[in-house]
């Protein structure tokens, strides 16, 4: 009888641990995100192993402005919700089980929104211009230089050009091009760690 009993009560602990999982799992999906930095093409913005908030929901009802930092996948699509979830598991499973496949097929960059739909995005002199003016960009570290794709780039419907705000080190559209919409995991809205910066991200 004392057996069933501690079965029961292991099994109960099990279920609830596992629903937790689940739970988590369909928040870090769908609501909000705390990734860990782990790049240094956002100095002095945000700097390697310091962690944020991302917003995974706002952008289901406006679009990307120029300005916002936004997380987004490198070499694949979004999904839907099984997508993510599986997509999540996978990532959990490899902080214990390291696989280098799984890291680049769920690779995460860290960027700024620099053109949205219908710029004219050209780099020139250090510079980044949009539709001809030159862009003030008070987070940028660095001047900016164009890399293998040509300029100018018109930014067509549902896509972004990133950059870094590490500009002579950041890996971005001036490498792999435009960013679709449905590559985009969320915007980064807040710092919270290291405790000292702590804030609002802009």
Same mark, same amino acid.
């Given at each position: 009888?004392?057996?069933?009993?501690?079965?029961?009560?292991? $099994?109960?602990? +099990?279920?609830?641990?596992?629903?937790?999982?689940?739970?988590?799992?369909?928040?870090?999906?769908?609501?909000?995100? #705390?990734?860990?930095?782990?790049? #240094?093409?956002? %100095?002095?913005?945000?700097?390697?192993?310091?962690?944020?908030?991302?917003?995974?929901?706002?952008?289901?009802?406006?679009?990307?402005?120029?300005?916002?930092?936004?997380?987004?996948? &490198?070499?694949? !699509?979004?999904?839907?919700?099984?997508? %993510?979830?599986?997509?999540?598991?996978?990532?959990?499973?490899?902080?214990?089980? /390291?696989? !280098? %496949? +799984?890291? +680049? /097929?769920?690779?995460? $960059?860290?960027?700024?929104?620099?053109?949205?739909?219908?710029? !004219?995005?050209?780099?020139?002199?250090?510079?980044?211009?949009?539709?001809?003016?030159?862009?003030?960009?008070?987070?940028? /570290?660095?001047?900016?230089?164009?890399?293998?794709?040509?300029?100018?780039?018109?930014?067509?419907?549902?896509?972004?050009?990133?950059?870094?705000?590490? &500009?002579?080190?950041?890996?971005?559209? &001036?490498?792999?091009? $435009?960013?679709?919409?449905?590559?985009?995991?969320?915007?980064?809205?807040?710092?919270?760690?290291?405790?000292? /910066?702590?804030?609002?991200?802009?």
């Amino acid at each position: 009888m004392k057996y069933k009993t501690l079965l029961k009560t292991a $099994l109960n602990w +099990i279920g609830m641990a596992a629903f937790a999982f689940i739970i988590s799992m369909f928040l870090q999906s769908e609501v909000f995100a #705390s990734p860990t930095v782990d790049q #240094s093409s956002m %100095e002095n913005t945000l700097y390697s192993k310091q962690r944020m908030i991302v917003d995974k929901l706002s952008y289901n009802f406006t679009e990307p402005d120029r300005g916002d930092i936004v997380i987004f996948l &490198r070499n694949g !699509e979004k999904g839907n919700i099984a997508d %993510e979830m599986l997509r999540n598991m996978e990532l959990f499973t490899n902080r214990f089980v /390291k696989n !280098e %496949e +799984i890291e +680049i /097929k769920h690779e995460m $960059l860290v960027k700024r929104v620099i053109g949205v739909a219908g710029d !004219e995005v050209d780099i020139k002199d250090g510079f980044v211009y949009i539709n001809g003016e030159a862009l003030e960009e008070p987070y940028a /570290k660095g001047l900016t230089y164009p890399g293998d794709v040509p300029m100018p780039v018109t930014v067509g419907e549902e896509q972004l050009f990133v950059l870094g705000d590490n &500009r002579e080190v950041s890996i971005d559209s &001036r490498e792999f091009g $435009l960013v679709d919409y449905a590559q985009l995991e969320g915007k980064a809205v807040f710092r919270i760690s290291p405790i000292n /910066k702590i804030g609002i991200l802009k």
